[in-house]
């Protein structure tokens, strides 16, 4: 069984009452000790709690920080982000989300900023541009408006007013939640607008997003995804494949 699989399994076993890591185990044919890791993994998330000798289902999700998400899923997160940046190319313009997958790609386009002449980065994230500022071969512009410190990104009006005049090659997006139906989905209102704007303004929209972020069910602002976005995760079922092949994009498991 998948992870992600695992995962939504775990919270469907929770949410009805507190459950024990044997009753979870028995039920999902793996040992205690992947349970004990499975658990820990979804509540660094705030998507179950913690109980002694087991878990339960949480009262409400509380989003973390962008420190607190940089270190979590690291390594599938870097995964995600070398598959990103074969999409681009020299002379491109792409926007770059906030966030921590994001940020990964921010790293790798730092890396191979020579090898891409003629590259704009545009972003709305401060970490974003904070690992590009000093790339001297990318230009780099950076929203403005209302900081949402949690994200370390610009939102509201002022930042929807700064993508007017701006278009783009490719948009990396991320967000709280990916879903084949749904699209991207935010805490609030004001990220999801102004995905809504930056997807208006691409060519083409790449989601990026590791795989316990898809169709969960605790966002309830979303950003409707283009036919033919490339969504980037790491491990996942055909099954999840099957189902954004059939709303009309690719999903990429790495």
């Known amino acids: 069984m998948k992870v992600a699989e695992r995962h939504k ?14 009753d979870m185990a028995h039920a999902l044919a793996v040992s205690p000790v992947t349970v004990r890791r499975d658990l820990s993994r979804l509540a660094e998330q705030g998507l179950l709690t913690r109980t002694l000798g087991g878990a339960a289902a949480s009262v409400g999700v509380a989003e ?3 420190e607190q998400r940089a270190n979590f899923a690291k390594e ?46 545009v972003t709305a994230s401060l970490s974003v541009a904070f690992k590009l500022c000093e790339v001297a ?10 900081l949402r410190r949690l994200s370390q990104g610009m939102l509201g ?4 007013r700064a993508l007017e005049n701006l278009t783009f090659d490719i948009a ?28 208006r303004k691409s060519i083409r929209t790449i989601a990026l997003g590791h795989a316990d972020k898809l169709n969960r069910a605790d966002t309830h602002h979303w950003a409707a995804l283009p036919v033919g976005t490339i969504v ?4 996942t079922g055909a099954s ?12 990429v498991s790495v």
Not at 9 to 22: H, R
Not at 137 to 146: D, M, S
Not at 240 to 251: A, P, R, V
Request: glycine share 8%; aromatic share 2%; with cysteine.
């Open 9 to 22: 399994k775990i919270l469907v076993l929770v949410k009805g009452q507190p459950c024990t890591i044997e």
């Open 64 to 66: 973390r920080s962008l």
């Open 76 to 121: 599938e997160k870097r995964r995600i982000a070398e598959a990103a940046s074969t999409h681009i190319t020299a002379e491109q313009t792409l926007f770059l989300d906030s966030g921590t997958s994001a940020g990964a790609l921010a790293d790798i386009i730092a890396d191979q900023a020579e090898a891409l002449p003629g590259l704009t980065i």
């Open 137 to 146: 071969p990318i230009r780099l512009i950076l929203l403005g408006g209302e």
């Open 157 to 160: 009006p002022i930042a929807e």
């Open 172 to 199: 990396f997006l991320s967000g709280d939640a990916l879903s084949p139906v749904h699209g991207i989905g935010e805490t609030e209102p004001s990220q999801t607008r102004l995905k809504e704007l930056i997807i």
């Open 232 to 235: 980037i995760t790491d491990v």
């Open 240 to 251: 999840m494949t099957d189902i954004f092949q059939k709303n009309g994009h690719t999903l």
